[in-house]
């Protein structure tokens, strides 16, 4: 058996990811239409059937867009904490109260097979947590909108085998490009994004042989590429001496379309 994990969308134009594990799965964010995450799925081969419930990582657009139509027609329950499920506003007030689980920060609980603890993490929102998700000995940390990464995240993004961790901007662009001043400083203020050379630097001092997959996420559309995240991370890790040789295997995850499926062994 193996679990699988899939991008359905990562960016500031919505971000949706599927976990599954061969019986069950879940879906991490809701930031694009319910339609668009069912027809994703579907063309995955995954039955909507399957989906256990929704993990909601902050109260952006681009992270619950889609939560409210997933709730009403496919009447999914939605797990976040009470602070982020109270900062929802509108959203929260149009589901139903059947469908609303609130979790505890650093407090394992069960869903679809997973063992899943939400973290803190440093994000311009009243609220913002990664997930750490547990099978069997794999695990499986997300943590995509941060600024910085802090004491509390850290132990959680060391422990992954597979990582969905940000890479959003890169810096020399991000400073060199057309956002005013104000917007430049938010993205990468300690409460707003991880830049190419953030990322990067963490994992390179922090890898370790367990790590088997890293999904650089949430890129930027204007501050970024694929190639420039790819070309941070691979000299970061050259300056320390570790050949990318396969493994961890790497890939950046598309804005607007879905990655391919990933496998790990259980």
Known sequence: ????????????????????????????????????????????????????????????????????????????????????????????????????????????????????EAFPVSHDAPETIGFHICSGDKKITIATDLGHICQTAAPYIKAANLLVIESNYDEEMLVNGKYPYFLKERVRSDHGHLGNHQTSAFLAENMSEHLSHICLAHLSQNNNSPEKAMDTLRKSFLEKGIALNGKPQIMVLNRNMPSEMIKVNL
């Open 1 to 116: 058996m193996a679990l699988e994990f899939c991008s359905l969308s990562s960016g500031s134009s919505g971000n949706c990811y599927y976990l599954g594990n061969g019986f069950h799965g879940i879906l991490i964010d809701a930031g694009i239409s319910g339609a668009a995450i069912r027809k994703a799925l579907k063309n995955l081969g995954v039955s909507m059937q399957t989906i256990m419930g929704v993990l909601i990582t902050h109260n952006h657009s681009d992270h619950v867009r889609g939560l409210y139509p997933l709730t009403v027609k496919n009447h999914l329950p939605a797990f976040t904490s009470h602070k982020v499920w109270e900062s929802l506003g509108y959203v929260k007030d149009k589901i139903s109260s059947d469908c609303i689980r609130e979790i505890g920060l650093q407090q394992k609980f069960h869903l679809a097979g997973f063992t899943i």
